[in-house]
């Protein structure tokens, strides 16, 4: 099975591109981030054209996550467990962005996620975006706790640059969000729990994502904060993992590229 994750930044305008994607690289499940549209608003019909069947959550033109499978889409969840939500201010209600969505499909229990930003060490949404994966951390522990042989799958744009190689300049990145040490620890957070980078051993020093100003992608100055971290058992069966620079060319173009897992 042939799994993949995709932050592509407004679906609306790329359906056709994604899906054309789908079918050349053979991919069985997609799961998507920065859709930016409410569920009635998905092109729902242009991937089941394709034989995919979706699973949506998206509320405005904001965030929004889903997964697309030809091979199943079962036991779909429109949240995590204590996933917490979001207010602009103290005066405002916390409301739950759509921000993840999990199916299980050929057997996979496949996540797709879409991390909270920061925006700026000292904004609130930095505050929200370490309290958001504190509680995937807990949520991703308590699944294993309940099934350790379970093949878990989570993916998505984690807003996070693990380590120093995965930015093209650390001294840029010092005083910024994605790589400041609490972030990081989060990240290694949900690692310790059990579930691992299985893309990393087969991209040595590759991007996932590159601004679109400044000539950024063509200059080579991305990061990498494109995940798939699977359970014990899932990461046992993956056999290779890309990421498919090439869809970040051209015009019309996300700016993050797919990552590929495969599994045997």
Known sequence: ???????VNSIRARAERVVDWL?????????MQET?????????????????DVATVGHNQWNGVAIASRVGLDDVATDFPGQPGWARDAETTPAQEARAIGATCGGV???????????????????YKLEWLAALQAAGTGWLAD??????????????????DDVWDVEYFADKTHTS?????????????????????????EFT???????????????????????PALAARVTHA????QERKGKGASDHAPVVVDVD
């Open 36 to 52: 930016k549209c409410s569920d009635d608003q998905f092109p729902t019909m242009t991937f089941l054209a394709a034989g995919y």
């Open 181 to 205: 040490a609490p972030e990081r620890a989060a990240f290694q957070a949900v690692v310790d729990a059990g579930y691992s980078d299985v893309v990393r051993p087969f991209t040595p020093r």
């Open 109 to 127: 229990r496949v996540w797709s996620l879409y991390v909270p930003n920061g925006r700026a060490l000292d904004d609130p949404h930095y505050t």
């Open 242 to 245: 890309a990421i498919d620079r």
């Open 147 to 164: 099934a350790p042989d379970a093949p878990i799958a989570l993916t998505g744009d984690w807003n996070i640059a693990p380590t120093d």
């Open 209 to 231: 994502y590159w601004d679109y100003t400044q000539l950024r992608f063509a200059r080579r100055e991305g990061m990498r904060i494109d995940f798939a971290l699977c359970s």
């Open 1 to 7: 099975m042939r799994i993949a994750t995709w932050n």
């Open 23 to 31: 079918e050349r690289s053979d991919v069985d499940v997609l799961a």
